[in-house]
């Protein structure tokens, strides 16, 4: 069993940072590749990044969505359970609820996709709002 904890949003101007972390429990949350998604009022859930588990020697790969590639970065600190998401230059249409999600995967470097049935977990969110 795997809880997720969202925190770090906010309401923030056009090209400022912010960082969202992922906060999960469970002795097996290494072992998951987790994922972030976003869903603006209205509009469908998308895609935001994915980070896999980690090898023996701290390495990971990651995946992003186009538009937020470049200014967002997916980490994760297995050390303290937890999984962040740096993202800088926002704009307003990166407005939305921010939701992390755990997928389990076999190989340390799997990176799961945007298909929402493989997650397993999901946290309940966190809001980032962005003024222009």
């Known amino acids: 069993q795997v809880q997720l904890v969202e925190s770090g949003g906010g309401l923030v101007q056009a090209g400022a940072s912010l960082r969202l972390s992922c906060a999960g429990s469970g002795r097996s949350f290494s072992t998951y590749a987790i994922s972030w998604f976003r869903q603006a009022p209205e509009k469908e859930r998308e895609f935001v990044a994915a980070i896999s588990w980690s090898d023996g020697n701290g390495n990971t790969v990651d995946s992003y969505a186009d538009d937020v590639k470049g200014r967002f970065t997916i980490s994760r600190d297995n050390a303290k359970n937890t999984v962040y998401l740096q993202m800088n230059s926002l704009k307003p249409e990166d407005t939305a609820v921010y939701v992390c999600?755990?997928?389990?995967?076999?190989?340390?470097?799997?990176?799961?996709?945007?298909?929402?049935?493989?997650?397993?977990?999901w946290g309940q969110g966190t809001q980032v709002t962005v003024s222009s």
């Open positions: 999600a755990a997928a389990p995967t076999s190989t340390w470097y799997a990176v799961p996709g945007p298909s929402s049935y493989i997650y397993d977990y």
